[in-house]
């Protein structure tokens, strides 16, 4: 069940590192655009969500930028750029039907095999390292088998997204599921710097029995490790 309550006050981070996911709570839905192939900067994934509202609607791209979080793939050229549904300007891309056709057409337009999707913040965790920035973001996307979907959530809120919050280095830890499409879950955490991520901390979080019961219900699993790009970083097309 999603949690009413409204987040806790965030701390005070560099103005580089504030975005939808800096104050997105439980119950708040997030937008995320997925780009293969490409590594987008920052001034071309503004120019990118102006293109998707409707012309005359005068959409003040600059206005977007602190609720603007965009991420590149180390291991291959990919973009994830994540908007908070919540803002202005995402609503304007939303138009008054809640739906994702105008900036899907946009992004496919430009970017063959742009996926553009709504997630539901699930469960958000500040982590021991919550009052430093986040230069990195992993994230885990998968399914899960039938018949062992309670026991997976059960794991996740009971043991494994607390258990990574806690590991020095972790900025923020969260959950959101697509409720339209797949994978359905979509587990990031923000890092203070990539070390943290197979830290001895992290990997006995991960090395736990219950751990061991349920990774291997896993499906369509997909599991990237991205540097955080400033406001001022440019991406090029490979």
């Known amino acids: 069940m999603v949690n009413s309550k409204q987040p806790s006050k965030q701390p005070d981070r560099?103005?580089?590192?504030r975005s939808g996911l800096?104050?997105?709570g439980e119950g708040d839905k997030v937008i995320i655009l997925k780009l293969p192939g490409v590594l987008l900067s920052h001034e071309d994934g503004l120019a990118l969500l102006g293109s998707a509202v409707p012309s005359g609607e005068g959409h003040g791209a600059a206005a977007v930028t602190e609720h603007?979080?965009?991420c590149h793939s180390v291991d291959a050229p990919e973009t994830y750029l994540y908007l908070s549904a919540t803002a202005p300007y995402a609503k304007l891309a939303l138009g008054s039907n809640n739906e994702l056709s105008g900036l899907q057409h946009a992004a496919s337009s430009l970017y063959p095999g742009a996926q553009a999707a709504i997630l539901e913040v699930t469960q958000v965790i500040d982590g021991a390292s919550a009052t430093r920035a986040a230069g990195w973001h992993y994230v885990?996307?998968?399914d899960v088998l039938?018949?062992?979907e309670r026991d997976f959530n059960a794991w996740y809120v009971q043991e494994h997204l607390p258990g990574l919050a806690a590991v020095p280095g972790t900025v923020r830890a969260m959950?959101?599921?697509n409720a339209t499409g797949s994978p359905r879950y979509h587990a990031l955490y923000l890092l203070e710097n990539r070390e943290t991520f197979g830290s001895e901390p992290w990997l006995k979080v991960r090395a736990?029995?219950?751990s061991s019961r349920v990774r291997p219900n896993f499906i369509n699993t997909k599991r990237t490790m991205f540097k955080i790009q400033s406001r001022l970083s440019y991406g090029q097309k490979p």
């Open 68 to 70: 603007l979080h965009l």
């Open 175 to 177: 959950r959101l599921r």
């Open 140 to 142: 885990v996307e998968t």
């Open 146 to 148: 039938s018949g062992a």
């Open 14 to 17: 560099p103005a580089y590192c």
């Open 208 to 210: 736990t029995e219950w």
């Open 22 to 24: 800096d104050g997105s």
